[in-house]
């Protein structure tokens, strides 16, 4: 019993196919990808995740880096305080798949899979190889030479 010491917080573990641990103050490391059932993203649809998980930082989390594939996303984020992983994920994969559908004249069609992959970042060097692997992801499917040249990659400025 820690005396006088506010309690440490608490981890929440949950699981469907994978395991989710939420940790509160946490960054993660998550990937999405598209259901089997749906065509690679376009580049204009591409620009709409883009657009829409950047609109959520600053307000639901901290955006610190975020890249849109042809067939997945991976993101780099730290919820503010009152929101769930869960809870973002939620909005981010809900609304985007409502503005997908949108786009292509189809409702309620499946955009993501249900589940997505996530990860704690432990400590700074593991959140700095994260944010390289995820500046690299367009290189290495060979859609680019340089992550500058990507344009549905951001990385939050540094200060």
Known sequence: ????QPPEPAVQRTWRHL???ELSGSTYFVTFRLSKAAPPLSPEERTIVLEHIRSGGGTYYRLSGVVVMPDHVHLVLRPESGFSLSRILKGIKGVSGRLLN???GVRG???WQDESWDRIMRDEREYLSTLEYLM????RAGLCQNPDEYPWLYR???P
Do not use: D, F, K, S
Not at 1 to 4: D, I, K, T, Y
Not at 136 to 139: H, V
């Open 156 to 158: 939050e400025p540094e």
């Open 19 to 21: 395991p989710h641990w």
């Open 136 to 139: 690299g992801n367009p290189i």
């Open 109 to 111: 069609a499946a955009i």
């Open 1 to 4: 019993m820690n005396r006088g």
């Open 102 to 104: 949108q786009r292509r």
